[in-house]
């Protein structure tokens, strides 16, 4: 469906009177080629319809709704496949609620053509009004907020930006970017929110490669001495240093490369030990610590211990 579709609409409601067809065309010719798209037009209807119900009820709010549009090889029917559904729409509502800092839950209510497009919109809460009216609560919802800050991150994907901003959000994005791309879909976004505003972003190949970019690794190492008593031991080569009697206090996973040597070093269980480790995180570019490990370096002396904060 082209953005002019709404054009041709009026021609065929006007289609049993020549004389309106005529008038409609010739006015229809002066205004020009409508460029804007489907979305943007129901937008600016929205927003109308909003400021016309405003003039009688000046809190009235019109129903948020979030649209998806699924783009790709096997989208030309207008259907959504199962095995997308359960792909997708879980870690949209997911990414949706770690945006928002709260669960949101999203409910379908309908499938269109023009691609696969997804009607979807946010469960009304108890407090909510009855569905189908335009008032409700003055204050903006938790869907709302989350789609704000979800759309810009999807848009600095999209340009390959800097995405530091939303590292919260990143590790919520990916799963629905590894499903769009098993499937080989891009998905289009938008949100129509209570206040006739809306929010679009997309998710093309373009911002799924970025997102495999940000997550490969990269290591950081420091070396550090660690001192407390162990607390539990493997002959594989693994020891537990427990560094305080506090419950809480600190406890290190410290891993020997050779573990013959923690065999010849003859430990037990209780024993006070000092360690020189290296202590190695790895992070994904958005800083995101993904694993973090102790390596057994050498016995330090007591006096040489410092303070580590883990």
Known sequence: MTGDSWREHR?????????????????????????????????????????????????????????????GPDTEGGALRFQWGDALLHPMEAALSAAAGTPVQLELTGISAGST?????????????????????????????????????????????????????????????????????????????????????????????????????????????????????????WVKVKAGTAKNAQAYDVRFEEPEELLRMRPGLGDNVHFRVRFRQRLDSVGIVRSSEYTYLGEASAQAVLPFEG
Do not use: N
């Not at 209807?45 to 709010?61: D, G, M, N, T």
């Not at 970017?177 to 129509?192: M, N, P, V």
């Open 11 to 71: 021609r065929a409601l006007l289609g049993d009177d020549p004389a309106a067809e005529a008038a409609a065309a010739r006015l229809l010719e002066e205004m020009g080629a409508e460029d804007r798209d489907d979305e943007e037009v129901e937008g600016e209807h929205r927003a109308s319809r909003l400021a016309a119900a405003r003039e009688y009820a000046p809190l009235a709010r019109l129903d948020e709704e979030l649209r998806l549009r699924l783009t």
């Open 117 to 237: 497009v997804v009607h979807a919109r946010p469960v009304a809460g108890a407090a909510a009004v009855e569905h189908g009216t335009l008032e409700a609560s003055s204050a903006t919802s938790s869907a709302s907020t989350g789609m704000s800050a979800l759309t810009e991150l999807l848009r600095a994907l999209e340009t390959e930006s800097d995405v530091r901003e939303w590292s919260r959000l990143f590790d919520a994005v990916e799963p629905l970017s590894r499903a769009l791309g098993k499937y080989r879909l891009d998905l289009g976004l938008t949100w129509y929110d209570a206040d006739g505003g809306t929010r679009r972003a997309q998710l093309t190949e373009r911002g799924r490669r970025y997102v495999e970019r940000l997550r490969e690794p990269r290591d950081r190492d420091q070396d550090i001495t660690i001192s407390g008593r162990i607390t539990e031991l493997r002959e594989s080569g």
